[in-house]
């Protein structure tokens, strides 16, 4: 149980277009949801946390503008790059947790995406 | 100070050995504690989720926590080279709304 999907798993795309990921937790409803950001040999960095039905949180030096979260459904939420460009090339990861919206559930973590921008 | 602290290693180990991974952390309110592994460009796999202080075991992991020193182990038993990954503890709270603070990661190498 608690699977979360991440699509695309890789994408390469050239500077100033726009990239989305989506993220659907398949076995559970994710009333919260995280999309996080790691450079290579790094840890986690939390960019923004989402719940069902509000605007995404984002956390101190992430450009809202720039990284926009949508969290629609209680399935489902999307990261939009807008206008990327080479600094933006990362690897996106995504989580989703059940139960309350603060709930000590767990975090369950889709397999990512490597975003390279040209 | 990180409120929480893991060594990154590498840790490199035989096939077979008992490997030892820990955090430690500063704040004592937080009472959910998880390990999650994650292999190179995959997400994280949560392995153990436990709550309080105390031992939790599944299968060739075993997941310890002591409150009252702020340290919380992961025992993997009989270690294979499949295990090698990054292993990552978090832990969260409920005056922090529940919001996972991770360490930094081990990266583990066990060598056939």
């Known amino acids: 149980g608690a699977v979360v999907s991440q699509h695309p798993s890789w994408v390469i795309c050239k500077s100033g277009t726009s990239v989305k990921i989506e993220c659907r937790s398949l076995d559970f409803q994710a009333t919260t949801m995280f999309w996080y950001r790691q450079f290579p040999k790094q840890s986690l960095m939390l960019m923004a946390t989402?719940?069902?039905?509000?605007?995404?949180?984002?956390e101190q030096g992430v450009e809202k503008d720039k990284f926009l979260i949508n969290h629609a459904s209680l399935t489902l939420s999307t990261l939009t790059v807008t206008s990327a460009h080479p600094e933006d090339s990362s690897f996106y990861i995504c989580?989703?947790?059940?139960?309350?919206?603060?709930?000590?559930?767990?975090?369950?973590f889709g397999d990512g995406t490597r975003l390279s921008i040209l | 100070q990180k409120e929480v602290e893991q060594d990154p290693g590498p840790l490199s180990v035989p096939e077979g050995a008992i490997v030892s991974l820990n955090c430690t952390y500063s704040?004592?309110?937080?009472?959910?504690f998880m390990w999650y592994r994650q292999y190179s460009r995959k997400g994280p796999e949560l392995l153990m989720y436990?709550?309080?202080?105390g031992n939790k075991e599944d299968g060739r992991f075993t997941a310890q926590v002591d409150k009252s020193s702020k340290y919380i182990s992961l025992f993997i038993r009989d270690s294979q080279p499949s295990d090698s990954a990054t292993y990552l503890c978090?832990?969260?709270?409920?005056?922090?709304?529940?919001?996972?603070?991770f360490g930094a990661g081990t990266r583990l190498f066990v060598k056939a």
């Open positions: 978090a832990m969260s709270a409920l005056t922090g709304g529940f919001k996972t603070i």
């Open positions: 989580s989703a947790r059940g139960g309350a919206v603060y709930s000590n559930q767990p975090q369950h």
């Open positions: 704040n004592s309110a937080f009472q959910y």
């Open positions: 436990t709550y309080s202080s």
């Open positions: 989402s719940n069902e039905g509000s605007k995404a949180t984002y």
